[in-house]
């Protein structure tokens, strides 16, 4: 069965400095991985997504994700977090020839400034 | 360009009441999904349609049901509601019906049964 995990509930950085989240997968076969945000209040929104090829992918707002077949994972990175960026980020996994999304339970994250 | 529109916004429901949680897209799009967010358990799949006149149940149908007339709206129904259905839920819409393909979100219902 597919399943997302992210590891961290709650995460505070201070502004300014890097940033991981963990995602870590259960797929039989390759999955399709995606990253999402959500603002207070909002639905979500695409982040970055990878299907195949090189396999570290930009996303918007300076986002990029590296996937790691031999770990199951696809953690989410910023080099330099901004005080806009404190959100709850949902990991998510689908086949490719199937469009259900499995989703992680979210990394909320808060920003120290 | 107003992409998923959802509606109410939020609700409080007594339980055993009927209700209906509407969703529309003004994007063509093929699919159509509907999502409950619990704390803690992320958004899990209730219903979903690839096109109109279709529907297929998700990881967690009981006590939801759809229906897809037309390419644009997707209702979602609770027959009776219990306070286990207290969450927010959200409608979400994809061009194609790949596994690869962007899902779409709308703002969200917060639906509270008392």
Same mark, same amino acid.
């Given at each position: 069965?597919?399943?997302? +995990?992210?590891?961290?509930?709650?995460?505070?950085? =201070?502004? !300014?400095?890097? &940033?991981? $989240?963990?995602?870590? *997968?259960?797929? @039989?076969? +390759?999955?399709?991985?995606?990253?999402?945000?959500? =603002?207070? !209040?909002?639905? &979500?929104? $695409?982040?970055?997504? *990878?299907?195949? @090829?090189? +396999?570290?992918?930009?996303?918007?707002?300076?986002?990029?994700?590296?996937?790691?077949?031999?770990?199951?994972?696809?953690?989410?990175?910023?080099?330099?977090?901004?005080?806009?960026?404190?959100?709850?980020?949902?990991?998510?996994?689908?086949?490719?020839?199937?469009?259900?999304?499995?989703?992680?339970?979210?990394?909320?994250?808060?920003?120290?400034? | 360009?107003?992409?998923?529109?959802?509606?109410?916004?939020?609700?409080?429901?007594?339980?055993?009441?009927?209700?209906?949680?509407?969703?529309?897209?003004?994007?063509?799009?093929?699919?159509?999904?509907?999502?409950?967010?619990?704390?803690?358990?992320?958004?899990?799949?209730?219903?979903?349609?690839?096109?109109?006149?279709?529907?297929?149940?998700?990881?967690?149908?009981?006590?939801?049901?759809?229906?897809?007339?037309?390419?644009?709206?997707?209702?979602?129904?609770?027959?009776?509601?219990?306070?286990?259905?207290?969450?927010?839920?959200?409608?979400?819409?994809?061009?194609?019906?790949?596994?690869?393909?962007?899902?779409?979100?709308?703002?969200?219902?917060?639906?509270?049964?008392?």
């Amino acid at each position: 069965a597919q399943s997302v +995990t992210q590891p961290d509930i709650h995460i505070t950085v =201070s502004e !300014g400095a890097s &940033l991981e $989240l963990r995602c870590n *997968y259960s797929y @039989g076969a +390759t999955p399709y991985l995606f990253w999402y945000v959500q =603002s207070p !209040g909002q639905g &979500l929104q $695409l982040l970055l997504k *990878y299907f195949s @090829g090189d +396999t570290l992918v930009q996303g918007i707002k300076g986002f990029e994700a590296e996937f790691k077949r031999s770990q199951s994972s696809f953690n989410l990175r910023k080099p330099s977090v901004h005080w806009s960026d404190a959100a709850e980020y949902f990991c998510a996994v689908s086949r490719k020839d199937f469009n259900k999304f499995y989703f992680g339970s979210g990394t909320k994250l808060n920003v120290k400034p | 360009i107003a992409g998923i529109t959802q509606a109410p916004t939020s609700q409080i429901l007594a339980a055993g009441r009927r209700m209906t949680l509407r969703c529309t897209q003004d994007m063509r799009h093929n699919a159509m999904y509907w999502y409950r967010q619990d704390l803690g358990l992320g958004l899990r799949l209730i219903h979903y349609s690839n096109t109109a006149g279709t529907t297929g149940k998700g990881e967690v149908p009981d006590g939801y049901s759809v229906s897809r007339a037309n390419t644009d709206d997707f209702p979602l129904t609770l027959a009776s509601a219990v306070p286990s259905q207290t969450s927010v839920y959200f409608c979400a819409s994809s061009a194609g019906t790949s596994g690869g393909e962007t899902q779409y979100f709308g703002p969200g219902t917060r639906l509270l049964v008392l």
